[in-house]
């Protein structure tokens, strides 16, 4: 059964442009091969939806098939219900200029008009259409040769691990690749700002040679953990150590940043867990704005105690009465 374009991006047939666009964008990120590698089924599907947006994105193209639907494609190809001048279609006396493969006359079909070779109304170049999906007579426009397809190298995949401050400020790395003929092949591979764990580097011709060219390398980048510093999004989270005095009668201290150290206010007061927001000092990737970096207190006590000094803290305990844990519940 023929395939309904439509369907396949999702869009209704009086679709605009512009939502056929806006379909065909986020179909081919859904079920790009990249993203894909061993899913044939995603494969095929990206296939689909290539194949339609390149009927539904050209208007010559497309007013063929909202008129003929998906067999307009074979007309190229001699198909059914062309053969022997039947149907609506009338045969072009000798297949002169203006005909289709064995002579009929195209232009019957799009209301006349076209000069010569236009094969329709408006200058519908079926000799185009025949050359991209068409196959046999027909398939050639005047004076082009169609080229055997030319060899290209396999893709390569490999893995690399990165910091994680290489991660947030961008740099280079190493890679060592180890080839199909046993010789190992040191690389570099340039490390985007703001780039997250998993995400692919395509390095273009850097994969396996071929007849034609070579393949690409698709690089996977794991991002290394940090003993302080954590990302959501586009936001830094960093542990901040501070001592009880500085917590209790609150001071400035110096929180490391990407783009450098800053001096940071701990308030009055403040306890574990209280979170100090410095704006503008997270993930900065090109052609965004930058997050922010938030601080997470985090109370440092000694590890051994005098007598004197438990005793102190018995006596201050009891004058400060304090439900820590009053809140907390299953």
Do not use: C
Request: proline residues 7%; positive net charge.
């Amino acid at each position: 059964m023929a395939a309904d374009y439509y369907q396949t991006l999702g869009l209704e047939k009086g679709a605009s442009s512009a939502d056929i666009q806006k379909a065909y964008r986020k179909l081919a990120r859904k079920f790009h091969p990249d993203l894909h590698p061993d899913d044939k089924a995603a494969q095929q599907k990206f296939k689909e939806v290539q194949h339609a947006y390149d009927v539904l994105n050209d208007d010559k193209k497309r007013e063929a098939y909202d008129r003929f639907g998906p067999d307009f494609e074979r007309m190229g190809a001699g198909g059914p219900g062309f053969g022997g001048g039947q149907g609506p279609f009338r045969r072009s006396p000798g297949g002169g200029e203006g005909s289709g493969p064995g002579g009929f006359d195209f232009s019957q079909m799009f209301g006349g008009g076209g000069g010569a070779g236009a094969g329709g109304a408006g200058g519908f170049d079926f000799s185009e259409l025949f050359g991209q999906f068409g196959g046999g007579a027909g398939a050639e426009a005047p004076g082009r040769r169609t080229r055997a397809p030319r060899g290209r190298g396999t893709d390569v995949e490999a893995e690399i691990s990165i910091p994680f401050k290489t991660s947030i400020l961008g740099g280079e790395t190493a890679l060592q690749l180890t080839r199909g003929n046993g010789k190992t092949e040191e690389l570099v591979v340039k490390i985007p700002v703001g780039i997250t764990d998993g995400r692919k580097i395509r390095l273009r011709g850097k994969g396996e040679p071929g007849r034609g060219e070579a393949g690409d390398l698709l690089v996977t980048v794991r991002v290394e953990a940090h003993p302080y510093f954590h990302r959501r999004g586009d936001n830094l989270y960093v542990k901040l150590p501070v001592s009880l005095g500085e917590a209790a009668e609150g001071a400035k201290v110096d929180v490391p940043t990407p783009a450098g150290t800053v001096s940071l206010r701990v308030p009055p007061g403040a306890t574990s867990g209280t979170k100090l927001r410095i704006k503008g000092h997270g993930v900065a990737p090109a052609g965004k704005p930058a997050g922010d970096l938030f601080a997470d207190v985090q109370i440092v006590l000694p590890q051994k105690y005098t007598e004197d000094e438990l005793e102190f803290i018995r006596k201050f305990d009891a004058k400060h009465k304090l439900d820590p844990r009053g809140d907390l519940q299953w």
